[in-house]
């Protein structure tokens, strides 16, 4: 599989997903379905949650497909 990387942004953070990293664990999608659901384009809605919220749920990504960015910090550089 390519080396893919796709980002979604609320404008306080960006949400990076590594597809050949995802193990399908599911737990993003158990733990926050309002945010991911792989039954929809696009899989990842980062409005349907508080940032925080969405933070504390890519923590639980056992793989490391998800991961995030605090987009205060990649301005203040």
């Known amino acids: 599989m390519k080396d893919i990387t796709t980002r979604y942004t609320n404008g306080e953070i960006t949400v990076v997903w590594k597809p050949a990293l995802c193990t399908h664990s599911r737990r993003c ?7 991911f659901d ?8 980062i409005a349907g949650a508080a940032t925080e919220r969405i933070v504390e749920q890519i923590h639980q990504c056992p793989s490391g497909a998800l991961s995030y960015f605090r987009n205060d910090a990649v301005t203040a550089e």
Do not use: A, H, I, N
């Open 29 to 35: 999608f158990t733990g926050l379905p309002d945010v």
């Open 38 to 45: 792989p039954r929809k384009r696009p899989w990842v809605t």
